[in-house]
T-cell receptor, first 115, second 116 residues
Framework: AQTVTQSQPEMSVQEAETVTLSCTYD???????LFWYKQPPSRQMILVIR??????QNATENRFSVNFQKAAKSFSLKISDSQLGDAAMYFC????????????FGKGITLSVRP | GAVVSQHPSRVICKSGTSVKIECRSL??????MFWYRQFPKQSLMLMAT?????????EQGVEKDKFLINHASLTLSTLTVTSAHPEDSSFYIC????????????FGPGTRLTVT
């Protein structure tokens, strides 16, 4: 079975600084997807970034980028120039390829941003 | 972008009654919908996967007779919590997957259920 581990329950970052959120996973599959989701206080799940396992290049979306280490099964999220609106819970998630397969989530990390 | 709605957003019901939560994909057809439960400060726990026109697949430990799921059309899935008890109070979230070639799941805004 696939597992996703987020070992840090909470982190804090100063506004405008950079923060990295850690995630590791375990799978026997060779092709899969990895995601970072943001859940603000409204509790609406928002996709931040995704990575296809077959792609070596790390995904980036504006201030968000990932460090995908396939051999180490590590998938960290870097948030640059942190903003107050980045404060939220962040979930790392795994999904194998195949039609409509389910997401496996980590426990999540609560990120606070200090003004 | 793809939009998923849930209704109601909040519901309070008395112990022993049943409550239905709707999940709709507004601008796409969802061959598969997923139902999650989330307690405060915790992760999303998958309850079941529903495919249009077939029976839902429940995760281990989820009572299928208590949490009835119906996926009657490509745009609507419903979760009915039967004979609700206070321990069923939680935040319920659905997500919808468009189809075979999509990696994406689109999440609804969630429903807060309180059982008194």
């Amino acid at each position: 079975a696939q597992t996703v581990t987020q070992s840090q329950p909470e982190m804090s970052v100063q506004e405008a600084e950079t923060v990295t959120l850690s995630c590791t996973y375990d799978t026997s599959e060779s092709d899969y997807y990895l995601f970072w989701y943001k859940q603000p206080p409204s509790r609406q799940m928002i996709l931040v970034i995704r990575q296809e396992a077959y792609k070596q290049q790390n995904a980036t979306e504006n201030r968000f980028s990932v460090n995908f280490q396939k051999a180490a099964k590590s998938f960290s999220l870097k948030i640059s120039d942190s903003q107050l609106g980045d404060a939220a819970m962040y979930f790392c998630a795994y999904r194998r390829t195949g039609a409509n397969s389910k997401l496996t989530f980590g426990k999540g990390i609560t990120l606070s941003v200090r003004p | 972008g793809a939009v998923v709605s849930q209704h109601p957003s909040r519901v309070i019901c008395k112990s022993g009654t049943s409550v239905k939560i709707e999940c709709r994909s507004l601008d796409f057809q969802a061959t598969t919908m997923f139902w999650y439960r989330q307690f405060p400060k915790q992760s999303l726990m998958l309850m079941a996967t529903s495919n249009e026109g077939s029976k839902a697949t429940y995760e281990q430990g989820v009572e299928k007779d208590k949490f009835l799921i119906n996926h009657a059309s490509l745009t609507l899935s419903t979760l009915t919590v039967t004979s609700a008890h206070p321990e069923d109070s939680s935040f319920y979230i659905c997500s919808a997957a468009p189809g075979q070639n999509s990696y994406e799941q689109y999440f609804g805004p969630g429903t807060r259920l309180t059982v008194t």
